[in-house]
């Protein structure tokens, strides 16, 4: 399933390929929380009959129950600021940057310090 035309560049091509039930069980779950609309939707995404996809959704449904046994609180009065602790992430750039090895500044063609 694949489409080729040709460009200025050289043939092009576009593999389109159907979706996996997984992705499909996993798009119907974010569409909807009901299970049987679950099914429909991912059946129609896989041209599959409902009754091929049923058991997936199935399973992906009782793996969301277990998953919602963990309910996060929040602790503390409803007004009080909450605490927000941000990191700073370092820079990737190296301590040496535009240095040579004897640690001289690297002069590019213009003249202008390069690694500033």
Do not use: C, H
């Not at 996993?26 to 041209?47: N, P």
């Amino acid at each position: 399933m694949s489409e080729i035309w040709k460009t200025k560049y050289g043939p092009r091509r576009v593999r389109r390929d159907p979706p996996t039930v997984a992705e499909a069980v996993a798009a119907a779950r974010g569409l909807t929380d009901d299970v049987q609309e679950q099914i429909e939707i991912a059946a129609s995404l896989i041209d599959l009959p409902p009754e091929q996809v049923k058991p997936e959704v199935l399973k992906a449904a009782t793996a969301m129950r277990k998953e919602a046994g963990n309910t996060v609180a929040f602790v503390g009065r409803a007004g009080a600021p909450r605490t927000v602790v941000v990191e700073r992430v370092s820079s990737r750039r190296s301590p040496l940057a535009g240095k040579t090895a004897i640690g001289k500044p690297t002069v590019g063609r213009t003249g202008n310090r390069i690694g500033r």
